[in-house]
């Protein structure tokens, strides 16, 4: 079985690359419309496609978390988009990992509606929108509402406090526009799989137009306290053309109440002991 798997991964591994080297060889001369400020125009509604948010590495299908929903509930495999197909951790770091893949049900920030962090929020199975202009560019994410504000003219700016969504600075780099994100909480995961990173975390994202209804994702992560090296992901965004296409309010909050607060709730058996000793109190 494990055979099998190595010689899938290694298919799908070339394939992939096959594909990327198609989009950089044949896309990346493209020059894209202007907007009012001379910069490259990449305003409007993206999503990504694919299994990053399962899982930023070449992975199997597996069973899903209810395994009452069959095939619709199963975690579908995929091929993954980091850079030479493994995240360079370091042996906590990987450790660290396997328990929380291990239990990530439980544990994934996003499953509680946290906001996504980065890059999480760019590749997972939910719209976003991109609003720019020449001193700040605004990301609104459909999932938990979550957005980011891109500064574009304060490259000297600090961040004051650590944030989900992160400290974020942005340029233009010919076609493409250049974000470096810091000082981001530790508790963001990049996707359901328990890959992680510490407060220490650096995220460099490329978006480039390679045509009129698509961006190059491309991201560098590096964190010494977790991973060897600075390692890479990338992947193709494709912006939503649906004649009456918008962002639907998603604030999933209502529907994490219950696993957030569900142990706070009384027994039946505590609420009838609490209201037998307040009845007490009142009769005497």
């Not at 004051?160 to 508790?187: A, C, F, K, R």
């Amino acid at each position: 079985m494990k055979k099998e798997f190595l010689s899938l991964k290694s298919s799908c591994l070339i394939l992939f690359a096959a594909f990327s080297c198609n989009v950089l060889s044949q896309n990346f001369d493209y020059q894209a419309p202007v907007d009012a400020y001379g910069n490259p125009d990449i305003n409007g509604i993206w999503q990504a496609l694919g299994t990053a948010h399962w899982d930023l590495e070449t992975h199997e299908s597996r069973v899903g978390p209810i395994w009452e929903l069959g095939a619709i509930g199963a975690i579908p495999g995929g091929v993954g988009v980091v850079e030479g197909d493994e995240i360079p951790y370091t042996a906590d770091g990987f450790q660290k990992k396997l328990e929380n893949q291990e239990n990530w049900l439980g544990l994934d920030p996003v499953v509680r509606c946290y906001m996504p962090g980065i890059p999480r929020a760019n590749y997972m199975p939910y719209p976003f929108q991109i609003f720019q202009t020449n001193i700040s560019i605004l990301f609104a994410y459909q999932f938990a509402s979550a957005s980011r504000n891109v500064f574009m003219n304060r490259p000297d700016y600090e961040a004051q406090i650590l944030t989900v969504m992160g400290h974020n600075l942005g340029h233009w780099e010919g076609q493409s526009l250049v974000i470096t994100t810091t000082d981001q909480y530790d508790w963001t995961w990049f996707d359901h799989s328990g890959n992680h990173h510490s407060e220490a975390l650096t995220v460099t994202e490329k978006f480039t137009p390679v045509g009129s209804n698509t961006l190059w994702y491309e991201a560098e992560i590096d964190d010494p306290e977790v991973y060897t090296r600075p390692w890479k992901i990338s992947m193709p965004l494709y912006r939503r053309l649906e004649r009456d296409m918008r962002l639907v309010e998603f604030k999933c909050q209502e529907f994490s109440e219950e696993i957030i607060y569900g142990h706070l709730r009384q027994s039946e058996e505590s609420a009838a002991a609490l209201k037998e000793i307040r009845e007490n109190i009142q009769s005497n």
